[in-house]
């Protein structure tokens, strides 16, 4: 009798706990064949002078890919590596390896769902069935109070049906055991020469994050103890007042750490410090987070309430702009914005806070349009993530489903943070 067996198709999902996808192949399956494309779509460069994925996120994927790779090894096994887009491999691995079906996590901003449908369209034709899974919310959407169709668009009033009448479900465990396809050559982690980029670039030393599941686990434990502590240090200076971060959204973004996982890890910390502010800065984030997502599922590039949103997408008539290239390098003169830009530059990140700042001085005291500041952290930002990316720009901009409640943005608000950061700085030279 012929074996079963699954492709696993792993894309921001780059873990073993609470991945169903990964527990249910098991299960299905006589044997699994996990594999990860390095797709080329993804390290180009952009028609805004900006590449797809800057080096800072291309070193903390690769450690992350690293990191799953040894996992698997651990349990007898590996992960395939192979550099070329999915839709253009996927045919001769199903044929190759004899796969009965294959598996992915479904995504929801326009090119990954083209990707999806690319490959799910070649798989049909050689009558072979994509499964998706959707691993990457704090909540299932059939757990929601509601259909994706009437999703609330006001993020407060997501909020709190969402957290009225909706269930975070229990995490998965991480398989113990598994079944490997047999396979002799399993494929070289690329370079990031490999990947396009420069010899010798330049990437910090001392960088505040490390890729992969590990790392990511244990920053959150550690988290979770601090970020009891730190709610109860006093704050000395104004540039503390950005508060805490919990700089949790690299592994969330690739998938390395679970937010269901956050979610229970926060709970129990709770049970054992006590509530505080920081704890639930951590499970707003992780609303946040589910909101951009399902409104892209909901309203897909509709999102954007701007008639001419797709014709500035694809000009390029602001990348001469002198004040924009000021702002991409933190030379404005404004001594906090040019802070966290050099900050993003050099480490691909800053907080959220930070992000609202630079962003209100672009779009509303630059006047630049926003889509020239989304595809800059695409670039540079390590935890992006496009729903939350371009969603959070947008509301910045004012164009996004939410963006005149308070609660989203409030841009009187940025202003006096932005004002108060001058005064500070005059009085201090």
């Not at 070289?188 to 599941?213: H, R």
Request: with cysteine; glycine share 6%; hydrophobic share 40%.
């Amino acid at each position: 009798m012929k074996s079963k067996r699954i492709l696993v198709w792993f894309r921001n999902d780059l873990r073993l706990h609470d991945n169903e996808m990964l527990v249910e192949a098991i299960a299905k399956s006589d044997s699994i064949l996990p594999v990860y494309f390095f797709d080329p779509h993804y390290f180009q460069s952009t028609n805004f002078d900006t590449a797809k994925t800057g080096a800072n996120r291309a070193q903390f994927l690769l450690e992350s890919i690293a990191a799953l790779r040894l996992a698997f090894q651990k349990l007898g096994g590996d992960v395939l590596l192979l550099q070329g887009s999915p839709e253009e491999l996927m045919a001769d691995l199903v044929e190759k390896y004899e796969i009965s079906e294959v598996y992915h996590h479904r995504e929801v901003a326009p090119e990954e769902t083209l990707i999806s449908t690319k490959v799910e369209d070649l798989l049909w034709k050689l009558k072979i069935n994509l499964r998706h899974f959707i691993g990457h919310t704090l909540y299932n959407k059939e757990d929601l109070p509601f259909p994706i169709k009437d999703i609330p668009d006001v993020f407060a009033q997501f909020k709190k049906k969402t957290e009225r009448d909706a269930i975070v479900k229990s995490c998965f465990l991480s398989p113990e055991e598994i079944i490997f396809v047999e396979n002799e050559e399993w494929g070289e982690l690329p370079s990031m020469a490999d990947l396009g980029f420069e010899p010798g670039v330049d990437i910090p030393s001392e960088q505040p994050f490390s890729g992969g599941e590990d790392a990511g686990l244990q920053h959150l434990k550690d988290l979770l103890v601090e970020g009891a502590d730190i709610y109860l240090k006093p704050v000395k200076h104004s540039a503390d007042k950005q508060g805490f971060s919990s700089r949790l959204s690299g592994w969330l973004s690739l998938g390395c750490l679970s937010p269901r996982k956050v979610y229970w890890l926060v709970k129990e910390a709770e049970g054992a410090f006590g509530g505080n502010a920081n704890f639930n800065q951590i499970l707003l984030g992780l609303l946040w987070r589910d909101y951009f997502r399902f409104m892209f599922k909901k309203h897909g590039i509709e999102f954007f309430q701007e008639p001419d949103f797709e014709k500035e997408l694809f000009s390029v008539t602001d990348n001469d702009n002198p004040e924009l290239q000021k702002w991409k390098t933190g030379n404005t003169g404004h001594t906090l914005i040019d802070k966290y830009m050099q900050e993003l530059n050099e480490h691909g990140f800053i907080p959220h806070a930070g992000r609202l700042l630079v962003a209100t001085f672009l779009v509303h005291v630059l006047k630049v349009h926003w889509t020239n500041g989304a595809v800059y952290f695409e670039d540079k930002l390590i935890d992006y993530a496009p729903a939350s990316n371009w969603g959070n720009w947008a509301n910045v901009a004012g164009v996004g489903k939410d963006a005149k409640s308070k609660n989203t943005f409030d841009l009187d608000k940025q202003i006096k943070i932005l004002e108060t950061a001058v005064s500070d700085a005059a009085s201090l030279a």
